[in-house]
C-alpha cells in the first residue's frame, strides 16, 4: 500500500495538506517497515544466537527498561556534557587561533606549519598519548575531542579572516573606521560564513570520534562506555539501545544544528554575493 | 621579487617554529619533570621508528593498515558509487534509500565496533566492515548530489542532438557528476583513515598501527607510540598531497571546464 502511494504521488501532486503530509510520512516509514521485518525474521530464523542477535522486541524492552531506571538518561547527560564542553574548547581556540593567524602574517608563517604536522593524523590515534600523559578518563577524554575538533576551525577561520575583500578593509580605514571597528564590522561579518562552516564541521569531527573515546578513555558514564561494557556481558539488547539513542543523537545534531547553520551561512553567502 | 622575499621569509619564519618546538619538547623531555617513559626524548624515538622499521614490524604493521582501508574504501566505492548514481536517477530508488541513508549516516562508526566485534569477531573482518561503513555514506551522499546537480541543460542539449540513454549516461551525466564523485571519494578516504586507526585499537588483532599504538600503552612504550604516530600522519600525508592532490588537480581542471560552460 505504501508502495503504491509512492506511484500515485507524481501523478497526484492535488491533495489536502494533511492527505499529503500522511503520504509523505508513509513513503519515509516504508524503507524502515522493511528493514525491520528483514531483521525480525533473521532474529526469529535463528541464523545467529539469539543472545547476538535479539529480536526488536527484546531491543524495544531494553531500551524501555534502561530509559525507565535512569541508566540510559544518565548516559546521554554525560555524553552530551562531554561534547559540548569540548566543543567549547576547539571553538574558543580555534577562531582565536585562526583569527590570528588570518590577521597577522607573523602569526601565520609560525603557527600554520604546526598545524599542518598535527592536522593530517587522525585524531584518534593521539588518544593512547593523551591516556598516558593525563591519565585515563574525563580530562583525557575532553581535552582529545577538543584538540581534534579544534583543526576544522582553525583552517576554516583563517580561510575566512584571509577571504575577506581587501578593498573592504581599505574603504572602512579611508572611512576613519578604527581597528577595534574594522574587526567587530568588517573582518567578523565578513568571515563569519567560513567560521560557522569550521564550527559546524568541527562539531561533527568531536561528535563521531567522541564514541570511540569513551569507549577507550575508561570514563565512568557515557553511550560509547555503555555499548562497549554490554559487550563484556553480551548484551546485545543493551548496545542496539546505546546504538539508537547515539542515532538519535546525531539526527538530532543534524537537524537542529548543523542544518540550521548551514540555512543561516547560506543565507550570509548570498548577501555577500549581492554586495 | 618581493614575492619572493616574503615567500622566503614565511619559511624561515617556518622552519624557526619547528625547531623551536622541537627545542622546546626535547628539554621538557630532559628535564626530567616528566617520567622518561611518558615524554621520550626526540633521538629515542626517531632510533625506535628506525629500529622497527629495519626489523621489518613497522612495514608489517602498516601493511597490514593499507590492506584493510583500501579493501574497505574499494568495497564502499563499488557499492556506494552505483547506489547513488541510481537514486539521483530513479525516484522510487530513492525514496525507498534516502530515508534509510539520514537515519544511519548520523551513527559515528565506532559505535558500531563493539556489536561488529559480536557479530565477526576480533580481526580484518570487523575492521574492514567498519572503514566500508564509515567510507559509504559520503561517497553515496557525493555521488547522488553531484548526478542530482548536472545542468538539466545540458541533458535536453545532448537528448535533442539525439543522444541515446546510454550515450547521455556516459558523455553527460558521469562527467558531469564527477567533481562530486572525486570529492566524495577524498572525503570518504579521510573518515576510512580515522575509522581504521580506531577499529584498530578497539578490535585489536596482531597487527596494524591502531593495535601498535594501543598495545603500546600497556608498556608504557611512548616511543613506539610516537613512532607509530609519524607512520601513521606520514602515509595520511602521503595520500592526501599525493593521491588526492594530484585527483584534486584533475577536480579543479574539470570544475574550470564547468565554469566556462556555464558562463
Known amino acids: 500500500m505504501q508502495d503504491a502511494a509512492t506511484i500515485v504521488m507524481p501523478a497526484a501532486p492535488a491533495g489536502t495538506p494533511a492527505a499529503e503530509r500522511w503520504r509523505a510520512l508513509a513513503r519515509n516509514a516504508f524503507p524502515f517497515l522493511v528493514v525491520g521485518a528483514l531483521w525480525e525474521i533473521v532474529a526469529w530464523a535463528g541464523l545467529f544466537p539469539r543472545q547476538l542477535f535479539p529480536t526488536l522486541e527484546e ?26 564542553s569540548g566543543f567549547a574548547l576547539a571553538a574558543s581556540f580555534g577562531v582565536a587561533i585562526g583569527m590570528l593567524m588570518g590577521r597577522s602574517r607573523r602569526a601565520e608563517d609560525c603557527i600554520l606549519p604546526l598545524v599542518s604536522i598535527l592536522a593530517p593524523i587522525p585524531g584518534l590515534a593521539y588518544t593512547p598519548l593523551f591516556l598516558l600523559w593525563f591519565g585515563p578518563g ?22 575566512g579572516v584571509k577571504a575577506v575583500k581587501e578593498i573592504w578593509l581599505r574603504s572602512a580605514q579611508s572611512m576613519g573606521a578604527s581597528d577595534r571597528r574594522i574587526f567587530r564590522h568588517v573582518i567578523l561579518p565578513g ?5 560557522l562552516t569550521g564550527l559546524r564541521l568541527g562539531l561533527g569531527q568531536a561528535w563521531r570520534i567522541l564514541v570511540a573515546v569513551e569507549m577507550l578513555a575508561a570514563v565512568p ?40 547553520l548551514e540555512h543561516y551561512t547560506v543565507v550570509r553567502w548570498g548577501m555577500m554575493g549581492r554586495s | 621579487m618581493t614575492e619572493q622575499a616574503q615567500k622566503r621569509r614565511s619559511m624561515i619564519r617556518g622552519g624557526l617554529t619547528l625547531i623551536a618546538a622541537a627545542a622546546f619538547y626535547e628539554a621538557l623531555a630532559r628535564s626530567g619533570i616528566f617520567a622518561a617513559a611518558l615524554l621520550p626524548t626526540i633521538p ?17 604493521h602498516a601493511l597490514f593498515t593499507l590492506y584493510r582501508v583500501l579493501f574497505g574504501f574499494f568495497l564502499a566505492v563499488t557499492c556506494a558509487l552505483p547506489l547513488g548514481i541510481l537514486m539521483a536517477r530513479f525516484k522510487r530508488v530513492e525514496n525507498f534509500f534516502l530515508p534509510l541513508t539520514s537515519a544511519l549516516m548520523p551513527i559515528p562508526s565506532f559505535s558500531l565496533v563493539p556489536l561488529f566485534m559480536l557479530w565477526f569477531g576480533i580481526g580484518n573482518l570487523t575492521t ?50 564527477f567533481p562530486f564523485i572525486i570529492t566524495g571519494m577524498r572525503q570518504a578516504f579521510l573518515r576510512c583513515w580515522i575509522a581504521v586507526v580506531g577499529a584498530e585499537m578497539i578490535a585489536a588483532s596482531d597487527w596494524g598501527l591502531g593495535w601498535v599504538i594501543f ?22 600525508f602521503v595520500f592526501e598531497r599525493v593521491v588526492f592532490g594530484s585527483l584534486e588537480r584533475f577536480t579543479v581542471y574539470r570544475w574550470g571546464m564547468v565554469r566556462m560552460a556555464k558562463g
Open chain 2, 128 to 177: 574492514i566492515l567498519i572503514v566500508f561503513y564509515a567510507a559509504s555514506f559520503p561517497m553515496l551522499y557525493n555521488t547522488w548530489t553531484g548526478v542530482r546537480s548536472v545542468n538539466p541543460l545540458w541533458l535536453r542539449a545532448a537528448g535533442s542532438m539525439g543522444a541515446d540513454e546510454r550515450r547521455l549516461f556516459w558523455k553527460v551525466i558521469i562527467p558531469g557528476a
Open chain 1, 59 to 84: 531491543i524495544a524492552r531494553a531500551l524501555v527498561e534502561l530509559t525507565l531506571n535512569g541508566i540510559l538518561l544518565h548516559h546521554t547527560a554525560e555524553t552530551i556534557a562531554r561534547l559540548l
Open chain 2, 44 to 60: 629515542t624515538v626517531l632510533r625506535t621508528l628506525y629500529a622497527m622499521i629495519l626489523d621489518g614490524t613497522m612495514p608489517l
Open chain 1, 191 to 195: 568571515a563569519l560564513p567560513y567560521i
Open chain 1, 221 to 260: 558514564w557515557g553511550l560509547g562506555w555503555l555499548i562497549f561494557g554490554a559487550r563484556e556481558f553480551l548484551n546485545t539488547d543493551a548496545m542496539m539501545a546505546g546504538v539508537i539513542v547515539i542515532a538519535l543523537i546525531g539526527l538530532a545534531l543534524e537537524k537542529f544544528v548543523f542544518q540550521k
Open chain 1, 138 to 159: 574525563e580530562v583525557s577524554a575532553v581535552l582529545l575531542v577538543g584538540f581534534v575538533s579544534m583543526f576544522p576551525v582553525i583552517y576554516n577561520t583563517w580561510t
Open chain 2, 215 to 236: 598495545d603500546a600503552k600497556e608498556f608504557l612504550n611512548a616511543d613506539i607510540m610516537l613512532a607509530s604516530l609519524i607512520v601513521i600522519g606520514g602515509i595520511g
